[in-house]
């Protein structure tokens, strides 16, 4: 009997583990190149310095909104240096912090050498690059240099267009990069000496010599896409799950045909945690989880046709 036992729960744990395995790799992705040139000239731009050029391309891809640069907000240090100097090294900090956090709000950093060393009509850009949907977002930045403190920055950019069509990524789009001040130099020109201020908020360099004018254009060129397992769970079993992540508190929305029988939460290590019984087969039930320890756990659901579905939650 005690054998018996002692397979039933390793068995138990196995599938318990590959499901975890699964739900964390089955999100939907998607893979693009992307491509940034740059717009630079004296019809628009005032003038063009002779030794104009671009920092390194450099960004992430990650789920926070905002998460390395907000209007209204004063800069990082990271953003600082990369406006200022064109350095990456302390913003390539922050980005792998962001990385390494727990639960992880980025999951890969970018970067890439403008080419050729110019200031119009110079390109960088990545090819192949797959983002999930647990990190759509994207920023990327670059100096305009020379220049006091201004960076060009495409900024939380979603990649997910919220239709079904391409497995609900963008298809193929190109928009325009405008031109940002760091707030952190008080230089009034792309030439201007360094005149360190206390700093203000980032915010977009509409006045001369730039005017609100784009600097360069990014175009992602769509290249195949992956449907999710939790988007073939919704397509067949009609609900939803908000928040994921969130501080414990999930919501499952259901069709008034096809209701939640059974909810039943385990940790890691296979062990339950919570159950629910929908008996009055309401569409929307609420999972209070407040009282569990942050971290990751896996969702059974039994709908009332008698179909199971397994999901990862985050509780943050």
């Known amino acids: ?25 089955a999100q939907s ?37 905002n998460e390395f640069v907000s209007l209204g907000t004063n800069a990082t240090t990271g953003i600082k240096d990369v406006a200022e100097r064109g350095n990456n090294d302390e913003f390539i900090i922050e980005i792998n912090n962001v990385i390494d956090a727990v639960p992880p709000r980025a999951d890969q950093l970018l970067r890439d050498d403008f080419s050729p060393f110019a200031g119009n009509d110079s390109v ?21 240099a ?16 919220g239709d079904n069509s391409n497995n609900g990524w963008k298809e193929t789009f ?6 940002y001040d760091a707030g952190t ?15 203000v908020a980032v915010s977009m360099l509409n006045s001369s010599p730039v005017g609100g004018n784009k600097m360069a254009e990014i175009t992602f060129t769509l290249n195949s896409t992956t449907l999710g397992l939790e988007d073939e769970f919704l397509d067949i ?29 385990y940790d890691i290590l296979g062990k339950q945690v919570y159950a629910l019984r929908n008996t009055q087969k309401e569409e929307n039930i609420t999972l209070n989880l407040t009282a569990l320890n942050k971290g990751v756990y896996l969702l059974k659901t039994l709908l009332e046709n008698n179909v199971t579905s397994t999901k990862k939650i985050v509780i943050n």
């Open 29 to 65: 992705t998607a893979n693009y190149n992307i491509s940034v040139t740059t717009i630079w000239n004296s019809m628009q731009h005032s003038s063009v310095p002779g030794n104009a050029h671009w920092s390194n391309l450099i960004g992430a891809t990650h789920n926070t909104p």
């Open 1 to 25: 009997m005690k054998n018996f036992t002692s397979l039933f729960l390793k068995y138990n744990l196995a599938v318990l583990v590959l499901l975890f395995s699964l739900s964390a790799q």
């Open 174 to 179: 190109t928009m325009d990069v405008f031109v």
């Open 146 to 161: 020379p220049s006091p403190d201004w960076f060009i920055a495409v900024n939380s950019l979603n990649l997910r267009s």
């Open 124 to 144: 960088a850009g990545f090819t192949n690059i797959t983002v999930s949907e647990d990190f759509p977002l994207i920023t990327l930045v670059s100096m305009v």
């Open 185 to 199: 130099d008080g230089g009034a020109n792309y030439g201007s000496s360094d005149n360190p201020i206390s700093p």
């Open 237 to 265: 079993n009609s609900f939803q799950l908000s928040p994921n992540p969130s501080k414990g508190v999930f919501n499952i929305a259901t069709s008034t045909t096809n209701t939640i029988k059974e909810a039943v939460v």
